[in-house]
């Protein structure tokens, strides 16, 4: 019996190290740098058990963005479409949703590959961009939408302002992937990120 649970949890761990060690390869080599065969080695794996799972290295991309961030990103834009309160409250609540992410050390990679990859490799841009970056865009923009129509704020388009809240998020990724490892005293994302909702939201009450 033991061995038939073994066998039956073998494929799910198989992906689960094949995808940790995508990661590594791609953190240190790039995606266009990074080889299967490196990926199959570290997971301990067949190159050829790496490509039955994951036949290109952008399936491998996908799969790590649907496994480290687009369950994130699902959980803020439901709560997001179903809010109608105040915007301090939802903004606070991604904000550190987001810091959370940057701190558990997997967020800051993926703008990293994207920075360096995006012009060869269009698609992986294309991908992030539809399955993360709308999703999230889309989500915001409801939030300042209904908060425009009730009269909470005004002088901004929607769009914009989701924009605007989005930009310090991609900012803390980057420190944290650029500078976090040399950083004598390191910058916290979180408090840096309430301070910009406090400071974006007090810019809109005097538009």
Known sequence: MEKTVRRRAAPEVR???ILDAALAEFSRHGFEGARMEDVARAAKVSKGTVYLYYPTKQALFEALVRRDIAPRVELASTFLKGYDGPLEPALMRMVEMAAMAIEAGRLPVYPKLLIAEAQRFPELAAFYRRE???KMLGALTGLFQRALDRGEISG???DMA???VIAPVLKSALWALV????DAA???PLPYLQTHVR???KGLDHA
């Open 15 to 17: 992906q689960a190290d």
């Open 132 to 134: 993360v970056v709308q």
């Open 156 to 158: 901004i388009e929607a």
């Open 162 to 164: 989701a924009h605007l």
């Open 179 to 182: 500078f976090a490892d040399g």
């Open 186 to 188: 390191p910058f916290p």
């Open 199 to 201: 400071v974006f939201l």
